[in-house]
């Protein structure tokens, strides 16, 4: 079955210091992966994409993603956290080549402190 | 660009009333999703519409939930009766349907918060 995970419930970081946000994917055929953040009472945002290419994606607000195929991963990667980066990020991947469905990972509670 | 835009943003209702979800994909968009956030299953995919036909709905918990899309610019999501069970927060999103494109970005409305007393 298609699936996609987030290994880590939070991740807690300081201000100015490096962060990654984990994720892993199981799909047949070529993967299309996401990221959002979901900010408190609020909707998902788009962050980033991996289509095709390039294995490094970049994306809003300073935040990358590296595609692993060897590794089925593409985590989600900042060089330099900031308070306001404390949100809930979701990895999703879509599959096949007919625009269906994106599924989650069960999300990630980021923290980051002053 | 207005985005999805969905109504109503907070509902508290009786356990055994209907509820009526709505939703306005983004102008041009002609593939439609409703999701459900909770706290126990995280983010399901409800059902999805392509070009207002519904293509993928093994995800609605029950016959209790039923989704409709008149047209390009409407969609509803209804609950009838409504138990405690289905407190949630219900998204709509939407996208561009090219055939052969998965890679197209799907984008989120805010929410409609449901209380189910």
């Known amino acids: 079955a298609q699936s996609v995970a987030q290994p880590e419930d939070q991740v807690n970081v300081a201000e100015g210091n490096p962060l990654t946000v984990k994720c892993t994917y199981s799909?047949?055929?070529?993967?299309?992966l996401f990221w959002y953040v979901q900010y408190p009472n609020r909707g998902l945002q788009f962050l980033l994409k991996?289509?095709?290419?390039?294995?490094l994606v970049k994306g809003s607000y300073g935040f990358e993603a590296e595609f692993n195929k060897s590794q089925t991963s593409f985590h989600l990667k900042k060089p330099s956290a900031l308070v306001s980066d404390s949100a809930l990020y979701f990895c999703?991947?879509?599959?096949?080549?007919?625009?269906?469905?994106?599924?989650f990972g069960q999300g990630t509670e980021l923290s980051v402190k002053p | 660009d207005a985005g999805v835009i969905q109504s109503p943003r907070h509902e508290v209702t009786e356990m055994g009333q209907e509820v009526t979800l709505r939703c306005k994909p983004i102008?041009?968009?002609?593939?439609l999703f409703w999701y459900r956030q909770t706290m126990m299953r995280g983010l399901e995919l409800l059902i999805y519409?392509?070009?207002?036909?519904?293509?993928?709905d093994s995800g609605m918990p029950e016959d209790r939930f039923s989704a409709k899309m008149p047209n390009a610019s409407f969609s509803t999501l209804k609950i009838q009766p409504s138990e405690p069970r289905d407190s949630a927060v219900y998204f709509c999103?939407?996208?561009?349907?090219?055939?052969?494109?998965?890679?197209?970005?799907?984008?989120f409305g805010e929410g409609s918060w449901l209380t189910v007393v």
């Open positions: 799909v047949s055929g070529n993967p299309y």
């Open positions: 991996y289509i095709t290419g390039d294995n």
């Open positions: 519409f392509n070009n207002n036909v519904p293509i993928d």
């Open positions: 102008s041009g968009h002609n593939s």
């Open positions: 999703a991947v879509r599959w096949g080549n007919q625009g269906g469905k994106l599924i």
């Open positions: 999103a939407s996208s561009h349907k090219l055939m052969g494109v998965s890679g197209n970005t799907i984008y």
